[in-house]
């Protein structure tokens, strides 16, 4: 017999102005507006941060309310200097320490976040804490707790990461591990990959994949840029829609892109990267002015999703080089728009492409060049690829779906509670 929440904490606590969250950002703000509207009779309050908590009032409805529960003293300044602190002695500190260090870490930023308060949730009638960014940092003994898993990157490229950020993901997936009645994967990779990394029962984890791959269709608003302005013509480019992260892999793209070109790819396609500025983009530009691809390249830096939705629709296709994805969106959503898509044969990748993409190396820039002109030249294959994304596009495109399924794990965490 299931039991249905009746009033649900959502810990938005690490949610930030803009795109510095990617995509899970799209995913969780996607999910709460259909779980509002799937789950009318329960109340679900959002956790917010004074950063973002303006930015949040459009999922407010009749069932849905803001509670700000992290002022800026935490969140915009304190939080950051004690993060500043620990990248400065995590590095340097004997292998032995960092462990204790990090756990003695984020019990501190835990108990700054909940402010002394270790009956929040109960005081405010929670049953039930949905924590869509993993950590449990609000968890309370007797309240049901869901957390959602992404993927575990910083397992298998810890090179990647800064040794705060390093210490902070480690302990937010042992708190999830520990604390979480239930766990949700975004993919079966993810989902096997938590199991294997955290020696988690298969029992607690549950798979429910991403099914948004018409949220850029259903987009609203006009775009705020324009092909001509960008010094783009349509079926002229080819687009990697992805932040400026090290697991991206944009250098070696751009070695791919400028072998291809060396190959043949038609003189006019550019290739266009979107993702917010900052070092990354930087990085991404040095590279650029070495390979001489600056005329070549366009960084239009963080777009809206009425800007990517045209940008999308109007590539000669996609091409995501990423070395890690615990599920990989963009490419549903290429495949949703007709544009055909090459990508990684990597992590969850080919679980969700399936066989609608040309597949690359993403460590072999001549691989990717292969793939760039095999995307771009050869008709048929185009056209199979098109055919071929449809399909695999409409396995992935109910939302409400994704909604009912979070709601059924909330409903199985409570009987189990």
Same mark, same amino acid.
């Given at each position: 017999?299931?039991?249905?929440?009746?009033?649900?904490?959502?810990?938005?606590?690490?949610?930030?102005?803009?795109?510095?969250?990617?995509?899970? $950002?799209?995913?969780?703000?996607?999910?709460?507006?259909?779980?509002? &509207?799937?789950?009318?009779?329960?109340?679900?309050?959002?956790?917010?941060?004074?950063?973002?908590?303006?930015?949040?009032? #459009?999922? &407010?409805?009749?069932?849905?309310?803001?509670?700000?529960?992290?002022?800026?003293?935490?969140?915009?300044?304190?939080?950051?200097?004690?993060?500043?602190?620990? /990248?400065?002695?995590?590095?340097?500190?004997?292998?032995?320490?960092?462990?204790?260090?990090?756990?003695? /870490?984020?019990?501190?930023?835990?108990?700054?976040?909940?402010?002394?308060?270790? $009956?929040?949730?109960?005081?405010?009638?929670?049953?039930?804490?949905?924590?869509?960014?993993?950590?449990?940092?609000?968890?309370?003994?007797?309240?049901?707790? %869901?957390?959602?898993?992404?993927?575990?990157?910083?397992?298998?490229?810890? #090179?990647?990461?800064?040794?705060?950020?390093?210490?902070?993901?480690? $302990?937010?997936?042992?708190?999830?591990? $520990?604390?979480?009645?239930?766990?949700?994967?975004?993919?079966?990779?993810?989902?096997?990959?938590?199991?294997?990394?955290?020696?988690?029962?298969?029992?607690? %984890?549950?798979?429910?994949?991403?099914?948004?791959?018409?949220?850029?269709?259903?987009?609203?608003?006009?775009?705020?840029?324009?092909?001509?302005?960008?010094?783009?013509?349509?079926?002229?480019?080819?687009?990697?829609? !992805?932040?400026?992260?090290?697991?991206?892999?944009?250098?070696?793209?751009?070695?791919?892109?400028?072998?291809?070109?060396?190959?043949?790819?038609?003189?006019?396609?550019?290739?266009?990267?979107?993702?917010?500025?900052? !070092?990354?983009?930087?990085?991404?530009?040095?590279?650029?002015?070495?390979?001489?691809?600056?005329?070549?390249?366009?960084?239009?830096?963080?777009?809206?999703?009425?800007?990517?939705?045209?940008?999308?629709?109007?590539?000669?296709?996609?091409?995501?080089?990423?070395?890690?994805?615990?599920?990989?969106?963009? %490419?549903? #959503?290429?495949?949703?728009?007709?544009?055909?898509?090459?990508?990684?044969?990597?992590?969850?990748?080919? #679980?969700?492409?399936?066989?609608?993409?040309?597949?690359?190396?993403?460590?072999?820039?001549?691989?990717?060049?292969? !793939?760039?002109?095999?995307?771009?030249?050869?008709?048929? &294959?185009?056209?199979?690829? %098109?055919?071929?994304?449809?399909?695999?596009?409409?396995?992935?495109?109910?939302?409400?779906?994704?909604?009912?399924?979070?709601?059924?794990?909330?409903?199985?965490?409570?009987?189990?509670?």
């Amino acid at each position: 017999m299931t039991t249905a929440p009746r009033t649900i904490a959502v810990d938005l606590t690490p949610l930030l102005p803009g795109g510095d969250n990617g995509g899970a $950002r799209i995913f969780v703000l996607e999910l709460l507006k259909h779980l509002a &509207e799937v789950a009318p009779r329960a109340h679900f309050i959002l956790l917010t941060q004074a950063a973002s908590h303006d930015q949040l009032a #459009e999922l &407010e409805r009749a069932n849905v309310t803001r509670r700000m529960v992290l002022g800026p003293l935490v969140g915009n300044a304190l939080r950051p200097r004690l993060m500043a602190l620990a /990248g400065a002695a995590l590095p340097v500190m004997p292998t032995a320490l960092r462990g204790l260090l990090s756990r003695l /870490g984020y019990a501190v930023n835990a108990a700054l976040k909940r402010g002394g308060s270790r $009956r929040r949730l109960r005081d405010l009638g929670v049953e039930l804490l949905f924590c869509p960014f993993t950590a449990p940092t609000y968890w309370e003994p007797g309240v049901a707790t %869901v957390c959602t898993l992404y993927d575990l990157q910083f397992r298998l490229y810890p #090179e990647f990461f800064a040794a705060e950020d390093l210490a902070n993901r480690e $302990r937010s997936f042992a708190e999830a591990s $520990r604390r979480a009645s239930l766990l949700v994967a975004i993919s079966d990779y993810a989902r096997a990959t938590a199991i294997a990394h955290g020696d988690l029962d298969p029992a607690r %984890v549950r798979t429910v994949p991403l099914r948004m791959a018409l949220r850029l269709a259903q987009a609203s608003g006009d775009p705020g840029m324009s092909l001509p302005a960008l010094g783009l013509e349509p079926g002229g480019y080819l687009l990697y829609p !992805a932040n400026f992260w090290a697991h991206k892999n944009h250098e070696r793209l751009l070695l791919g892109f400028q072998a291809a070109r060396r190959k043949g790819l038609a003189d006019h396609i550019k290739l266009v990267c979107t993702g917010a500025p900052g !070092a990354g983009m930087e990085r991404v530009r040095g590279c650029l002015a070495a390979l001489r691809l600056e005329r070549h390249v366009c960084l239009p830096g963080y777009v809206s999703d009425a800007d990517l939705a045209m940008l999308v629709r109007h590539a000669v296709g996609v091409v995501f080089p990423s070395l890690y994805e615990g599920f990989g969106l963009p %490419v549903l #959503e290429a495949m949703t728009a007709e544009v055909p898509v090459a990508c990684s044969r990597c992590t969850a990748l080919p #679980e969700v492409a399936g066989d609608a993409a040309i597949y690359f190396d993403p460590q072999a820039p001549a691989d990717i060049a292969r !793939a760039i002109c095999l995307l771009t030249g050869d008709e048929r &294959e185009r056209a199979a690829l %098109v055919r071929r994304g449809r399909e695999r596009a409409v396995q992935y495109g109910d939302v409400r779906q994704m909604a009912l399924d979070y709601w059924g794990v909330f409903q199985e965490a409570m009987s189990g509670s």
